[in-house]
DNA sequence: CGTGGTCTTGATCAGGATCAACCCAGGTGG
DNA sequence: CCACCTGGGTTGATCCTGATCAAGACCACG
């Protein structure tokens, strides 16, 4: 006779405010407690590959995963980091095609496996769910239409300047104001859509302009205000 | 006594294959046909603003419509031109924010205006038609994050020739094989993320190599497989 | 210790942006 | 009818941001 798992997914991290998942009814996480399942996975490690075919989603429980394409040459973009609360792959699972992106493990990570069977018939039967799935995408959407304009028609120091503010945002700093989240430089440059080297010397600028403090992968934002203006919002 | 208008929106285009609307019932029609509205606008007019609320979404019938954001130096990039067929507006009303983007008829265009209201019962209540929202949300999202790497990542000429190539699948092509979108330079290089001198010089290469044809603003592609060649998909 | 990964700095190069003229066609109004 | 204007389009010259290449430095770790 086959025993439950000691633990399922974790139901109460659903119903936080900002949740899609927020409006789920209890006969709905009956369901889902037979067909959702908590996964772990260690830093580096893959959640899924772009071009594959994903079978669900994945509700982050803890970690921060990166969400990255690769360019024709090989090079990482990275689309963005995904935390606690943010639900990952469901772009693949609705529109129905392959992956479009990697999604890889920057933090050990829990999360909450959603089977796509699942999340379908949700959007079909929970109209509240479905806005607040729609609200999500739209947003997302929204988000990605802004990146586009900076991208192009923003320097590099402008870009920067915006994803420190943006990482800042997200994730937070700690007891001694570091930014939560550090990344390499090469995974900065990835994500602001330049070259390493440019990321260093307009890092090291900015802790000249005591607008940043900098400790190894650390960074600390000393003045936010000039940081505001040279991100040029 | 108020007379109903004369000819009031064309619902058959609601139930092509690809419209997000087809999955519509009947009675939702009735109920769409009392709210909906059709609306004329003249090439330059404005469908809405940037910045702005707005109050539904507009299903295009005819024309096409340019969508585009203004970036703080005032330049204009181009997210997207809309034909007949696709739906604008919508991600105002599902993220509940103003709109990111602004709609300018480039060509006279029909529209059937459907309020927010509807929309978001729609989603509500129609589980097929949630899906199909989802489902078209995600796509645009994932074509948004794919336009995000290419412009990091890619050379300006590789670009101008995917866009070429993509004006042609979204637009077609006329009896003498002319693009059937005709745009000025400068909307070309908005749409691409570059300079409008850079688009003219590179079109004129593209001529001198064989690959395009150019009379005016119409342009014909003689060498397909180069193009897709020089796009480096 | 050696070794691989990351970070840093300097030198050089090039893709494109910018600036400046000029052309051309199609209105417009005197 | 013509002078003028305006909005594209084109071309050339120049400049600059940021990519690339090269070489060390600085760890962390087996």
């Known amino acids: ?37 908590p996964m772990t996975f260690k830093k580096g490690s893959y959640i899924y590959h772009e071009g594959s075919r994903i079978t669900g989603c994945h509700f982050i429980q803890s970690g921060i995963v990166k969400i990255y394409k690769t360019g024709t040459d090989g090079k990482e973009q990275i689309i963005r980091f995904a935390k606690p609360g943010e639900l990952i792959g469901f772009r693949s ?24 069977e699942i999340m379908i018939n949700l ?18 959407l929204g988000e990605a239409n802004e990146y586009i304009t900076d991208i192009a028609q923003k320097t590099v120091r402008e870009r920067l300047a915006e994803i420190l503010l943006q990482l800042k945002n997200n994730f937070g700093i700690d007891h001694e104001q570091f930014l939560q989240i550090n990344l390499t430089r090469e995974e900065m440059a990835n ?32 003045n936010l205000a000039q940081l505001v203006k040279t991100a040029n919002l």
């Open 191 to 222: 994500l602001v859509g330049t070259a390493t080297e440019s990321v260093i010397r307009l890092l090291s600028e900015f802790k000249d302009d005591q607008i940043i403090e900098l400790q190894g992968r650390k960074i600390k934002i000393l």
């Open 123 to 140: 959007v079909k039967t929970n109209g509240n769910f479905a806005l607040d799935l729609v609200h999500l995408t739209c947003k997302e």
């Open 1 to 37: 006779m086959k025993t439950q798992p000691i633990t399922g997914c974790n139901f109460e991290s659903f119903y936080k405010p900002n949740s899609v998942f927020r409006h789920i009814l209890q006969n709905e996480v009956q369901q889902l407690s037979g067909m959702a399942e």
């Open 93 to 116: 699972v609705f529109s129905n095609e392959p992956a479009c992106t990697t999604a890889q493990v920057h933090d050990d990570t829990l999360t909450c496996f959603i089977p796509s």
